[in-house]
């Protein structure tokens, strides 16, 4: 998604960049799970639990009741974990031991060991894909040798590989068309009836504050943080006597969406990206000139106001429009899917004109489509390469200057 | 077939957006993000918009190489920022780039002396006087300065090492996490400011703000200012003379004198002629 917005997010000054990345991924999240409600679809892993409670609630005739209250939850987990993101930030900024190379260090390798063991392939094809990953970062001019490596003695290669467009092509494309194939095999027989008559019931506070407890410090470990949060809420959510269908997907869903605000502590004490859309917004904030731990209260004010409006929009939008939407996608998805495409290709024309590479980063993105087709037709999740790309620039010189500090 | 075309073209359509003006041009930045360079023109670039510059920012995030061959080859309307430390380097490495003449200079915007600061509880001037080990973080190349370090080294009783940080951004954080004993840097005193150091000396030839020069400690560092200045390329002559009073008047403004301010920067050359600042330029250029 942030890949297809780039064009009209390239300019956003920094407060609202970060607002509208975490208003982006909280609705995306919450629409996910409406999907999964509605049409049983699985969006990603995180509305695992949704589908698992889906025939209850279906049988039960309360799926009004669960998509409010998944919207609920989602808003008052979001803005509540933009509250805890926002306290750990000042305790991060006055907790000198965040700014230290070894814990600096400590986080790096924990994202390269998440790479190794990154569950989409097995372990000898994550060596691969870190190692290609390591070279990858490493074309280019180094810093800290004072001279290029790696390119071959071809100029453009100087300024390093471009990483946007090897991203778009061995991540975006082939995710894109694989989302294309699976929108035309879709079944929306399967849609459940809906009952406007059943008064709606919040979600008990208790429920919300485990999920969002239990969403907000899993977000917290590197690249698996997302992933597990809703799964972990909706585990926990179970093993209480008292649960209810309702009960454990309304926590699911705020643990989900506590998590993709805490995943942000490590981007903006550290600057380490630890989900593929979080590299997008850090390649944008480091080119619009960002340096790191430069919250302040308009940051947090736009993403509480952006979050409460677009869950809410989220929320009326769905409701209304839900099955004429999907339904609209599926019929016209080739269409679409060309249009993001022709969108993702200009993007790559655009980030090159600047330095008058255009043609160089089309040439890469081309190379980087095949490759990410190869991949794909293979089976091979090119997550942990991207991930290995991505601290390549800050790994070697912080296991250097850890060797300085401690070791020479 | 004709609706793919249309998609196609309504998506270059709302993703290309080209303006063309004739006082344009491109500020080339050899720092990323959050760098007193990239701030700077980030402060100038609304005073040069209500001049009528069309302006643009390309940030090089520390790859000097990648801005020196971007500079040789470019044919748009551009300004280099660029330090007096990159005219050190050899003639043949990536990163070198002839100083600029009369002709193409812009304005020095500022400079300022490296300052040697002790960080936390460390004894100010403990290096020169008590024997231990003692870390002193520097930034990367090209901005190490080996021959002030080798000169503390020499006049210390003491180990000297030291420690590379990027940039001056990831100085001041490893400052703040007392990692080093002691700052070499111009972020010196802004560390100081922040209360994680106090400045004893810098590398100018008298004393400033409170700090002696290292000059008094060893003769080969006296008198080193690190100087920051913009030189243009592919901008016509009559356009130059314009921009370069346009931005000398700029960085006379408040915003700009405060940000200078606030980190101790000196800005008085940035007033003078052309040939009055490459002359002051080229005679920095020296180890």
């Known amino acids: 998604m942030m890949i297809m917005l780039y064009p009209f997010v390239s300019h956003l000054e920094f407060n609202t960049l970060i607002a509208f990345y975490a208003t982006m991924i909280t609705c995306g999240q919450f629409s996910s799970s409406v999907v999964g409600l509605w049409l049983g679809l699985a969006g990603d892993v995180t509305t695992i639990p949704v589908l698992k409670e889906r025939r209850e609630i279906i049988n039960s005739n309360l799926l009004w009741t669960a998509l409010y209250r998944t919207g609920q939850a ?4 979001t803005l509540a974990s933009v509250v805890m993101l926002g306290i750990l930030m000042q305790f991060g900024a006055e907790f000198r031991q965040f700014l230290r190379t070894d814990v600096f260090f400590v986080i790096l390798i924990m994202v390269v060991f998440s790479a190794l063991g990154w569950a989409g392939n097995r372990f000898r094809t994550n060596l691969l894909l870190c190692a290609a990953g390591l070279v990858g970062s490493l074309i280019g001019y180094n810093q800290f040798l004072g001279k290029s490596i790696l390119t071959m003695g071809v100029e453009f290669l100087v300024g390093g590989l471009p990483f946007l ?57 590197p690249l698996i943080g997302v992933t ?56 944008l904030l480091t080119d619009r000139g960002w340096s790191i731990n430069q919250l302040s209260m308009d940051t947090y004010l736009k993403m509480g106001v952006g979050i409460l409006f677009g869950i809410v929009a989220c929320l009326a939008f769905c409701v209304h429009y839900v099955t004429q939407m999907i339904n609209w996608f599926v019929r016209y998805n080739r269409y679409v899917f060309y249009f993001i495409f022709a969108l993702i290709a200009c993007d790559v024309w655009y980030l090159g004109m600047d330095s008058d590479r255009s043609v160089f980063y ?42 300085q500090l401690y070791v020479l | 077939m004709i609706k793919k075309l249309l998609t196609l073209v309504t998506a270059m359509v709302i993703a290309v957006s080209a303006s063309a003006a004739d ?74 780039l002839a100083p600029p003449a009369a002709q193409n200079m812009i304005s020095i915007w500022y400079y300022a002396p490296d300052y040697l600061c002790a960080v936390g509880k460390t004894a100010p001037n403990a290096i020169f006087t008590t024997p231990g080990t003692y870390r002193i973080s520097v930034q990367a190349f090209p901005s190490t300065l080996t021959w002030v370090t ?74 080193y200012y690190m100087m920051v200045y913009a030189a243009s390329k592919n901008i016509p002559a009559s356009l130059q003379t314009e921009l370069r009073a346009d931005m000398a008047r700029l960085l006379q403004t408040q915003p700009l004198q405060d940000y200078f301010k606030t980190r101790q920067f000196m800005t008085k050359m940035s007033t003078a002629s052309a040939d009055e600042q490459v002359d002051f330029l080229l005679k920095s250029i020296k180890k």
């Not at chain 1, 989602?74 to 987990?77: D, E, G, K, R, T």
């Not at chain 1, 649960?243 to 380490?272: D, H, K, Q, Y």
């Open chain 1, 74 to 77: 989602s808003a008052v987990a």
């Open chain 1, 165 to 221: 467009p090897v991203l778009l092509g061995i991540y975006a494309i082939p995710m894109l068309f694989a989302a294309m194939s699976d929108m035309s095999k879709m079944n929306l027989a399967d849609a459940g009836s809906v009952d406007t008559t059943r008064p709606i019931q919040l979600v008990p506070a208790a429920v919300m504050a485990r999920g969002t407890v239990i969403g907000f410090l899993t977000g917290l470990l």
């Open chain 1, 228 to 283: 597990v949060s809703a799964s972990t809420a909706h585990y926990v959510e179970s093993k209480i006597n008292s649960s209810t269908a309702l009960s454990r997907i309304s926590s699911a869903e705020a643990a989900n969406n506590a998590a993709v605000i805490s995943v942000l502590f490590p981007l903006l004490i550290f600057g380490v990206a630890i989900q593929p859309s979080e590299a997008i917004v850090v390649n």
């Open chain 1, 362 to 403: 089309m040439i890469v993105f081309a190379i980087s489509v095949v490759i990410g087709r190869f991949l794909y037709w293979k089976k091979i999740d090119p997550v942990p390469m991207i991930f290995v790309w991505l601290i390549g620039p800050h790994f070697w010189p912080t296991a250097y200057r850890l060797l």
């Open chain 2, 23 to 96: 006082k344009t041009f491109t500020f080339l930045i050899p720092w990323g993000g959050g760098t007193n360079d990239q701030n700077i023109a980030e402060l100038l670039t609304p005073g040069l918009k209500q001049l009528g510059w069309d302006t643009s920012i390309v940030l090089y995030n520390g790859n000097c190489a990648a801005m020196a061959q971007e500079l040789k080859v470019t044919k748009k309307p551009t300004i280099a920022v660029w330090s007096n430390r990159d005219h050190l380097l050899p003639l043949d490495h990536e990163c070198y």
């Open chain 2, 150 to 223: 080798d000169a503390i080294r020499a006049a210390s009783p003491g180990t000297v090492k030291t420690v590379i940080y990027t940039g001056s951004g990831a100085q001041i954080r490893g400052a703040a996490a007392q990692e080093t004993e002691y700052v070499l840097g111009t972020s010196g005193k802004v560390i100081e400011r922040n209360g994680q150091a106090v400045c004893t000396h810098n590398t100018g030839p008298t004393e400033l703000l409170g700090t002696r020069p290292l000059g008094e400690i060893n003769q080969s560092v006296m008198n």
